[in-house]
């Protein structure tokens, strides 16, 4: 299954963590703005985004949210 939810990012960025892996992790698709904040908790490095934004009523609106 290729969508690993939260729990599955943040399990690969602990295994990238711990196996001292140092390049950026970025997560591509199914990011909403409301997980931004865990997602940089766990240390993933930026997010790629398009349907959130593409789909939504309000498109501007949807873009600041994601950088707000």
């Not at 703005?33 to 790629?48: E, I, N, R």
């Not at 009523?57 to 707000?68: C, H, P, T, V």
Request: overall charge negative.
């Amino acid at each position: 299954n290729p969508i690993l939810g939260l729990v599955g990012i943040e399990q690969i960025m602990d295994r990238v963590r711990d196996a001292a892996i140092s390049i950026p992790v970025v997560v591509i698709g199914g990011v909403a703005p409301t997980d931004l904040q865990l997602l940089g908790d766990f240390g993933v490095h930026g997010v790629a985004v398009s349907s959130a934004i593409a789909k939504a009523a309000d498109i501007k609106g949807a873009a600041k949210s994601f950088l707000n």
